[in-house]
């Protein structure tokens, strides 16, 4: 079983960054690749970005490539999600996700297990 916790959501001007961060509880977390996924109003949820077990490899959507970077710090058993260049089509609540998707599945809901609670991000125009 994996608890998540996310943190560091907010309101910030377009153009502006945030960290997410999510926390996982359990001692198995570096076993597991982690996601961002998001949801907005009216909208399905949406893979954002994506980590292999062990960091070495990420995945991105074409919405937040080169605007975003995702991390794992398996000694903190913490997943980051930093987005840089904010624009008001990303405000969504951000969900972080935990599981061992195959390849193919890495960039879909199915492929994750557990998933936090989510965190709001809002970006002003």
């Known amino acids: 079983q994996v608890q998540l916790v996310e943190s560091g959501g907010g309101l910030v001007q377009a153009g502006g960054s945030l960290r997410l961060s999510c926390a996982a509880s359990?001692?198995?977390?570096?076993?597991?690749?982690m996601g961002w996924f998001r949801q907005a109003p009216g909208r399905d949820r949406e893979f954002v970005a994506a980590?292999?077990?062990?960091?070495?490899?990420?995945y991105y959507d074409s919405s937040v490539s080169g605007r975003s970077t995702i991390s794992k710090d398996n000694a903190k058993n913490t997943v980051y999600l930093q987005m840089n260049s904010l624009k008001p089509e990303d405000t969504a609540v951000y969900y972080c996700?935990?599981?061992?998707?195959?390849?193919?599945?890495?960039?879909?809901?199915?492929?994750?297990?557990?998933w936090g609670q989510g965190t709001q991000v809002t970006v002003s125009s």
């Open positions: 996700a935990a599981g061992r998707p195959i390849l193919s599945m890495m960039r879909r809901t199915q492929g994750y297990d557990y």
């Open positions: 359990g001692r198995t977390f570096s076993r597991y690749s």
């Open positions: 980590i292999r077990e062990r960091g070495g490899y990420t």
